[in-house]
T-cell receptor, first 112, second 111 residues
Framework: NAGVTQTPKFRILKIGQSMTLQCAQD?????MYWYRQDPGMGLKLIYY???????DKGEVPNGYNVSRSTTEDFPLRLELAAPSQTSVYFC???????????FGDGTRLSIL | GENVEQHPSTLSVQEGDSAVIKCTYS??????FPWYKQELGKGPQLIID?????GEKKDQRIAVTLNKTAKHFSLHITETQPEDSAVYFC??????????FGTGTSLTVIP
């Protein structure tokens, strides 16, 4: 039981490049989330999904896109990387409303 | 939307002493309050949570209290140990199912 798996763990991008951050879960949780964590700050919600085929914007969605074609996977897409997107990205799952979220170990992304 | 404030941002205690971290929230509709511990290079891990129908919850050396009237909740760690050193985050969640996180407290336990 791997829980929440994020790949890659580290990545360096050039400005203007694109990439997809992968998130996979094996807990059959309906709810999935993408956060970014900047130094000295809490977690800011980028996008979330309450089930396959359903996605919604969070607090800081600009510059990102998501899709949810299966329960297991929730990829996050950066189309035109900008230095402001340098951050640590966390994926989380949740079994239901007002239940604990389960986090992956993050993807550390630097854009130069 | 919800606004969660967390204090202090850093906290140093001697091993064996207690540590207290406080959070306030703004949305009276919030009804679920988890606490997470984040170690270096890892994702946050749930350590304890409390729901709005409960005023206090305890799990061994860790306890959380909730004051709905004042809109604040606190984490209490007793008999601190070096392995308690980490960053701790509070969060609040309500009907919209979004979690709003505090900015974190870096706890250092000095042996």
């Amino acid at each position: 039981n791997a829980g929440v798996t994020q790949t890659p763990k580290f990545r360096i991008l050039k400005i203007g490049q694109s990439m997809t951050l992968q998130c996979a879960q094996d807990m059959n949780h309906n709810y999935m989330y993408w956060y970014r964590q900047d130094p000295g700050m809490g977690l800011k919600l980028i996008y979330y999904s309450v089930g396959a085929g359903i996605t919604d914007k969070g607090e800081v969605p600009n510059g990102y896109n998501v899709s949810r074609s299966t329960t297991e996977d929730f990829p996050l897409r950066l189309e035109l990387a900008a230095p402001s997107q340098t951050s640590v990205y966390f994926c989380a799952t949740q079994p239901g409303t007002n239940q604990p979220q389960h986090f992956g170990d993050g993807t550390r992304l630097s854009i130069l | 939307g919800e606004n969660v404030e967390q204090h202090p941002s850093t906290l140093s205690v001697q091993e064996g002493d207690s540590a207290v971290i406080k959070c306030t929230y703004s949305d009276s509709a919030s009804n679920y309050f988890p606490w997470y511990k984040q170690e270096l290079g890892k994702g946050p891990q749930l350590i304890i949570d409390i729901r709005s129908n409960v005023g206090e919850k305890k799990d061994q050396r860790i306890a959380v209290t909730l004051n709905k009237t004042a809109k604040h909740f606190s984490l209490h760690i007793t008999e601190t140990q070096p392995e308690d050193s980490a960053v701790y985050f509070c969060a609040a969640s309500g009907a919209g199912n979004q979690f709003y996180f505090g900015t974190g407290t870096s706890l250092t336990v000095i042996p």
